[in-house]
């Protein structure tokens, strides 16, 4: 028999702490299978965020720190400059990169800092219970806009992923998702391109995946992986903002 | 040797698989596991063709998937 | 003579980092320390250092956490503002037990305040401005030539006790010039910490991990009272152990009447105090904590046996003072006097209050 | 040679631009090689935009407790506001060091002995304004002998960048004047 | 009985906030407070009020900051990591002398330790974890009833003495239910305070301002001693003053060998532990400071005098024990036991305690 | 006589403790003026930032509130939420709006806050004796950047116009300049404009303005002047990257 | 009616989705009623994501020092893993309410009363599985009896949101079949 | 009453009102002011047509302007 499909070498044999049907665990999965194939895994160091992923290292075989809250691309930042050697990723949630972590994020892509980023957009706050991201989509009920999201009170939806691509310096900017067979393929493609850069040299890598929060979203995972296409896609839109090295083409 | 093996104390009873798989061959099974999920469950091995997607969808990498 | 130098306090300190075998400095300017960074910037890439000036105090601290995690040996500086701003950093750094150094050039406080020189952030440095039980080393040199010994200290003291460790200084240290003589460079390679993220040694066994989370209460409780027990032996080991020498400076204390207490640069104005106090025979003497955290609360206690009196000077409104009041618990007098907002006390005045303690009417 | 009471505290000051933390630089560099201790102390902060600007320097036989100087043996006044700020603090049967050529002359204190160096006009005479702190340095020496002329012109050449060898000339010039002047 | 409420104590806190007058609320997700925004997501909205989030919590306290500036009554909350991250806000408020509530729910530490309760923060609270000479009125509620009463005290506190409040509670107060009764509310106008910015009553004089930078000495020195002013006069009106209600709760200590003594929650499981000790013949009291900050040297000093040795729970690794030290002056022997990362000290293992020191053998 | 110019009614009679030809002075009468026409004097509050300008409450007759080093617009955002119905505008330098303050200044923006910020960007850190900010141009020479800022290190000079047109919520982005008497007026025009705008309670406001710092440039004024338009101009170009209410028009 | 021993303190537990803590609610709503002194405190934090859920309520006739519950005299255990987690905690001569569609009997504690309610299907024949937490409330109703079964019912009412009327009536039920069952 | 009025105790000596002037009427005086400074000065009051663009350009808002 010949094995089709198993865990790859990076990835942990813990189960994880995820409600079911988390998109995080694939998401893992995906940023594990890049490392081993590129054969970077002994010189890999991972950040993990304060968010659901709080326990990212004890899901993968890496050296790994654990940041304070928003702080991730910071405490990548001082790992890369002691370790220049060393592939470095963060993990972050939007709650994580987009709320308290924006100056972190915006400055270490600015400064092209030779990193990889995760950025998982799931436009809510998991691990606290559910409350209102700087991603949330305008009108969606949380913990904390219950009367949903009101645009003249706390403002649109924040692209995170548009923003960094108005620097100068990332070399490669990407917006997935992995609700679909398809779309995590491509995801696939665009983290196993973000650590390539990175093990070139060649600078800031971003990528931002869609995910789904069944447990907060009150949706079963088929539901919200369909609820990704009717109502988040259209907010924010796939695709790549940059690729100063056309590692896509 | 089965071609498609689920590890029950991994799976979360998401259902996910069962709704990627293109033969339809997955389906949930009617016991607890030990954390308190329905596991998915293989109901028709001969149709399942090997393609894996199931186990490429599961966030919790509970499936492994052999050809013969 | 020959290799004496006139340096300012915060660029004799910034050159000893090097030679301690420090190559990365993550910060953010702000005065009266930017001569610090500023120092750094030209220096660093000279010996394939890298200077890095970060986006906020905030980013500073957390790359420091980073950076520290890797076993390399870094450090910030800042002041009073600055230094409140990475009280969650330093939290974060102390819980997961890195070795760093941090600088905290005092100025007036609270709020913006000045930039003048303070003492007020005693509290902050020793007590943990940051939330949880932890607790840093903190040095307060009292000269140019303190600026460089102990930033030599910091770091040996960083690395032995896997403690970050801060040099409280103020504005005065930080901007005067005096002649300093600087160490022999060390040779510090950071594969020596086997337990460093991205460390690739042969006998390197699993992966290398850096958290500071743990969910299980009792896994918690067991991490602090591992620092607790960790806090107490460095208490001993600067208490009675091999860095006495680092814990306290003294005076005349033994026949002393009364006995001034004061760290930093109130140290020095309180000396010529004793000397004139000695002259108009006022047996005084002085106490000078070195290390402000361990507190040298032994030799307090001692101390108060002989003693009639403490006169303890700061430039606060009396933060120092109450771990003098713990170590003395009620057996003599203790007295305060404090200049604050960038008044540094004069010796006349200081003079002044003694009379009016040992000779009062 | 030695100081007169074994320690002189000075304090120098004027506009944000005459080059004051210098002039205390160069005081402290002379009395460093003569082998006594010293220390210097900048105003810093606000001052620096715009107004003015001063520093303490000590120099002293003995171990220096404090680099704060609240009543100085010496005045080194570069403009008129620093006179008004300073000549009250300092102490009875002090000297005072003035620019004459911002400084009107008149009766400053009859406990304070006051020096007149037409600096500015010095140093605009050799070609340059900017060198006028120089010149009050080299009165400096004068008024505290802690070593001779030849030795304190060596430390002006240490002390001037090596870039900027054409400056060097103007300042051992400018210090010579200076001390010329006073000797006058 | 009929008006009473099972509520959370995080949820308690919230509704009283309204009833006293706070429109505007401005904070940041972070467990176990978050119950405390989420409700008054829901309830401003009814009431006119403002909820907001804000983009972290540096920038909650700086909205606090300048709302508290326009004389709003006007709130945020956090967890220990989170409060870490307010010291500079929390210090600039306190040179500005706005009056405020800010809610510490406490949690495990250093670091990101846990989310479980915790009292690790008792000196970032007490002693200035920000920089600088200033203090927060710190009160420490023990129930939930408490959790809406001393919010009510807080508001009036914060605009009597222009100081900002802090109620530090921690992660089971925050979390558990009782039944409580919700006082009347009260009507509160933000033009009572014509200092405030945007004031424009007809009897405003020139023009409001808000400033901490004091850049003369002479100045700042002079705040400094002005605020120095202002608490010692805090301390009195909780030592002997109108506030004194406020300040300590007792029982049996006038006759007690033993006094515990112990905040919040810890406070209630020393009231069982005093009565088993009653119970088995063991002269227990129990001492609960209700307020942290003025604390309650002068009732402790008197109290020294009387009893054998204080019993001083907390959990942490020690930390409102160096108060109690401090007022005891070394009278009388003063113990400590803590239990920490979350775990909550049962009765059983603090009545071992006092047995260990009243039974030894 | 008749007077043909004089000092606006809203700007202090104290002299200033700016360097000589610094442009912090002629903003200032430039706001005063601004806020003089529109008839907002009474109801204005301005939130100063820590910078050289951090003394500007000595130089508005106006409420006025000095606000921690980058927090202005979390200030602002507390102000004006309490006082719907006042004026309020932070007057912000590079470092304290474009690097520490990164996060408060977006999220002030996305949110739409009815505020104006004046953002004076003159690629230097002034009140603390010039270091390098992240508008410092490549090559350039700061106290913290002796080299010259090397791009390859810490990245380009951060365009914050752009980032903040790239947000949905603002009414008004703009950069101007003030190196010419032309240009003058029209930033007059822009800081106008931005009041209006907060005045008809159309939304966040923001004018960067393009300034010299003759001091840590250690240019004299009018060189400093021309060097903003030989070299500032073309990495910070002049124009209007928002403009929803068609104000200019 | 009075309690037993003029305290209960009871600790239940499940899997997420069980409704513990909902069900704790309804103890504490009801002991309240009965005019008693009571407490309520959830575990919270990670045990939210996919694992399980308990929470402690304690009913007493005297007020209550701490709402910590390290012994309780009832366990009412929704799942197996709380069966193994919690019951060597029960106090000697307490009781266990177990959820025996899930947790099949067996001889557990002979220190211990044993209740058996197949709280699952009783729900899940009423229709819904969700309510199997109702049911136990029901039960413990039965063991620890603060007041009237009518009583009780009007506190299900009062705790049903009024928007999910159709609740109502289930949750009545529910909450009569768990006290009748543990009747039987 | 002249048209152009400068207060000597706000001038800083910057210059620029120099640079801007159309006329090329202003110059620097050659006396220190309180502050240290050397004040701009009118050279020929005649030429200057009131055009205010020095007074405009002033930082310090030194200058007033008026015409007849
Ligand atoms: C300084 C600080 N503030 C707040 C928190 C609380 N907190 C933990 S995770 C989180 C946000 C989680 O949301 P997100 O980043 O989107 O990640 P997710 O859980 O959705 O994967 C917050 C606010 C914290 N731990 N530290
Ligand atoms: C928290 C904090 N960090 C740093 C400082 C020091 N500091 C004061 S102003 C300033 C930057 C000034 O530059 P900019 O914002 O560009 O304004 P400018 O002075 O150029 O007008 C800094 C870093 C401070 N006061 N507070
Ligand atoms: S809360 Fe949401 S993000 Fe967190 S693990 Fe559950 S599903 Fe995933
Ligand atoms: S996707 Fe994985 S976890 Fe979900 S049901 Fe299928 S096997 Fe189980
Ligand atoms: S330092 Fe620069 S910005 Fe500051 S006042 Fe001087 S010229 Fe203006
Ligand atoms: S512009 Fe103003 S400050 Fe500058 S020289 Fe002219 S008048 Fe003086």
Chains 1, 6 share one sequence.
């Not at chain 1, 305008?138 to 939806?157: C, E, H, I, Q």
């Not at chain 2, 339809?24 to 028709?44: E, I």
């Not at chain 3, 958290?211 to 209460?217: G, L």
């Amino acid at each position: 028999m010949q094995k089709i499909f198993s865990r790859p070498q990076s990835l942990s044999a813990n189960p994880t702490h995820y409600c079911p049907g988390c998109d995080h665990g694939v998401i893992h999965r995906l940023v594990a299978e890049s490392i081993d194939e590129l054969g970077l895994a002994e010189r890999t160091i991972g950040v993990a965020p304060v968010g659901c992923s709080v326990f990212a290292y004890e899901y993968f075989n890496l050296d790994f720190i654990s940041a304070a809250h928003g702080r991730a691309p910071a405490v990548a930042t001082g790992i890369k400059r002691c370790r220049p050697d060393s592939i470095v990723f963060t993990y972050q949630g939007d709650g994580d990169l987009a709320a308290i972590g924006t100056a972190e994020i915006i400055h270490a892509a600015n400064r092209g800092e030779n990193i990889t980023v995760v950025f998982i957009n799931n436009a809510i706050y998991g691990m606290t219970g559910g409350q209102m991201a700087p991603t949330t989509l305008v009108g969606m009920k949380t913990a904390t806009s219950p009367y949903g999201r009101d645009a003249s009170l706390t403002g649109n939806p924040i692209k995170m992923s548009e923003m960094i691509a108005c620097l100068d310096a990332p070399a490669y900017v990407t917006r997935v998702t992995v609700n679909t067979p398809a779309a995590l393929m491509k995801t696939k493609k665009a983290i196993k391109n973000a650590f390539q850069l990175q093990k070139d040299g060649k600078g800031f890598s971003f990528v931002e995946v869609l995910c789904i929060c069944p447990t907060n979203w009150g949706k079963p995972p088929a539901e919200a992986h369909k609820w990704v296409t009717d109502n988040m896609i259209p907010v924010f839109p796939l695709g790549t903002f940059r690729d100063k090295h056309k590692i896509e083409a | 040797m089965p071609k498609w093996v689920i590890n029950e104390d991994l799976c979360k009873g998401c259902g996910i698989c069962i709704g990627r798989c293109p033969m339809k061959v997955l389906g949930v099974s009617d016991h607890l596991s030990a954390k308190g999920y329905h596991p998915t469950k293989m109901l028709n091995e001969e149709k399942c063709t090997s393609c894996a997607l199931c186990a490429r969808s599961c966030p919790d990498v509970a499936i492994e998937v052999y050809k013969a | 003579m020959a290799d004496k130098i006139l340096m300012k306090g915060n660029e004799a300190l910034a050159e000893t980092a090097v030679l301690a075998g420090c190559r990365h400095y993550f910060g953010y300017p702000i005065t009266p320390q930017s001569e610090l960074p500023e120092y750094l910037a030209k220096r660093l890439p000279e010996v394939e250092g890298v200077f890095l000036q970060a986006e906020s105090e905030i980013a500073a601290i957390n790359m420091i956490y980073g950076g520290a995690a890797t076993g390399a040996r870094v450090m910030t500086s800042s002041s009073s503002p600055g230094v409140s701003l990475k009280q969650e950093g330093i939290s974060y750094i102390a819980a997961a037990e890195l070795p760093c150094l941090i600088v905290n050039v005092m100025r007036g406080g609270p709020g913006l305040g000045n930039i003048s020189p303070a003492q007020s952030d005693y509290f902050q440095a020793t007590k943990g401005g940051g939330h949880g039980d932890y607790h840093l080393i903190v040095l307060a040199p009292n000269s140019v030539q303190e600026m460089s010994d102990m930033t030599m200290k910091a770091f040996e003291a960083a690395d032995t006790f896997k403690n970050p460790v801060m040099i409280l200084s103020d504005g005065v240290l930080g901007q005067m010039m005096e002649p300093v003589v600087l160490p022999e460079p060390v040779n510090f390679d950071i594969n020596s910490k086997k337990w460093g993220l991205g460390y690739r040694g042969a006998d390197k066994k699993g992966r290398n991990l850096c958290t500071t989370i743990f969910m299980d209460v009792e896994h918690l409780e067991e991490h602090n009272w591992h620092l607790y027990q960790k806090y107490q032996f460095i208490r001993d080991e600067f208490e009675k152990g091999s860095w006495k020498d680092l814990s306290i400076e003294e005076h005349e204390c033994e026949d002393a009447d009364i006995i001034l207490v004061g760290y930093g640069i109130i140290s020095r104005i309180l000396k010529t105090v004793v000397e004139k106090c000695r002259k108009r025979g006022i047996k005084a003497g002085l106490l000078r904590p070195k290390t402000l955290w361990p507190f040298p609360s032994g030799r307090v206690a001692e101390l108060a046996k002989k003693t009639k009196q403490f006169l303890v000077v700061e430039m606060s409104c009396g933060q120092m003072v109450e771990d003098i009041k713990l170590a003395v618990e009620g057996k003599v007098p203790v007295y305060f006097f404090g200049r604050t907002g960038g008044t540094i006390p004069s010796d006349f005045e200081i003079l002044n209050e003694v009379d009016k303690i040992v000779r009062p009417d | 040679m030695n100081i007169p009471q074994g320690k002189e505290e000075v304090i120098m000051a004027g506009f944000g631009g005459q080059g004051v933390l210098f002039l205390g630089k160069v005081l402290a560099e002379v009395g460093m090689a003569a082998g006594k201790n010293v220390s210097w102390l900048p105003s810093y902060g606000p001052e620096m935009r715009g107004g003015t600007a001063n520093c303490s320097v000590v120099i002293s036989e003995a171990p220096i407790a404090s680099p704060i100087v609240n009543e100085p043996d010496l005045l080194i006044a570069m403009n008129r506001p620093s006179v008004t700020r300073f000549l009250p603090k300092v102490k009875k049967g002090g000297v005072m060091i003035y620019n004459a050529s911002l400084i009107p002359e008149e009766t400053f204190r009859s406990d304070v002995k006051a020096m007149a160096v037409p600096a500015s006009r010095i140093a605009g005479d050799l070609g340059s304004e900017r060198v006028a702190n120089v010149v009050m340095a080299g009165a400096f020496l004068r008024a505290c002998p802690v070593m001779s002329l030849e030795q304190a012109l060596k430390q002006i050449e240490h002390l001037t960048p090596a870039k900027k060898k054409e400056m060097l000339e103007l300042n051992k010039t400018a210090f010579t004047k200076g001390y010329e002047y006073a000797n006058a």
